[in-house]
């Protein structure tokens, strides 16, 4: 009897001293990433900003990174970090990393401007409308007008006319959506295409089926409105009035 009693204290007494280590294990833990998570302990020391670019400006970029710092190497917010980054109008897209023991390194894609938008901003490949501070030196050579809300609409109808225009030799310099839904090309030759707002595509495969005969003409076309049912309206280049 009295060795059964001596095996349940000592069992107990294991069970007391686990309870003590996991108490003191957990506090420790806690006291631990408190002295971590404290900003003046392991303070971030720089900033790599990965990948190569031709119009970001790499310096402001980094100011604005460092402004948006809240703490040390473990407590700082990496999701405040990449939104400081995508605020910077050439960030497309933004990675940010840790690395031991003081730095972070920031991967950045540039955005890549396939158009001019309007007046003072430009679009990218996948229909979103930016606006930088300062524009590419080159001059993009095609360009859009309407609605921002519309711009991925706006990018896929290019898509599509560009294709038509192209099968026949010609291709699409500007694209206007206006307010009442109307659509307006510009081709390279500067001919306005006026497509209106219903049946887009198969009026400009009826245009392209005889284009040619208008370009043989002695005057070339300056405006062709395709909003008619049966056919559509030729105004000439004034300038070639014999």
């Known amino acids: 009897m009295k060795g059964k009693k001596t095996k349940v204290l000592a069992r107990r007494w294991r069970l007391w001293v686990l309870a003590g280590f996991a108490v003191t294990s957990v506090a420790g833990f806690y006291v631990l990433a408190g002295y971590l998570m404290n900003p003046q302990v392991m303070p971030v020391r720089s900033i790599q900003i990965k990948n190569e670019f031709r119009n970001l400006d790499k310096v402001s970029l980094q100011q604005a990174l460092l402004k948006a710092i809240d703490g040390g190497f473990f407590s700082v917010d990496l999701r405040k970090l990449r939104a400081a980054a995508l605020s910077a109008a050439w960030v497309a897209e933004a990675k940010v990393t840790r690395v031991w023991p003081d730095k972070l390194l920031v991967e950045v894609v540039e955005q890549t401007p396939i158009a001019s938008w309007g007046e003072d901003a430009l679009l990218n490949a996948n229909g979103e409308v930016f606006r930088p501070q300062r524009k590419p030196d080159k001059q993009l050579p095609l360009r859009f007008n309407g609605d921002e809300d519309k711009a991925s609409l706006m990018l896929d109808f290019f898509i599509t006319g560009q294709k038509m ?49 208008l370009e043989q003409a002695q005057r070339k076309p300056l405006r062709v409105d395709l909003r008619y049912e049966q056919g559509f309206a030729v105004s000439w280049r004034e300038e070639e009035k014999g």
């Open 165 to 213: 225009f192209r099968q026949y030799g010609m291709s699409i310099r500007e694209v206007d959506l206006d307010k009442r839904g109307e659509w307006r090309l510009k081709l390279t030759n500067g001919t306005t295409i006026v497509v209106g707002k219903e049946q887009m595509d198969k009026r400009i495969k009826r245009l392209l089926g005889v284009y040619a005969v």
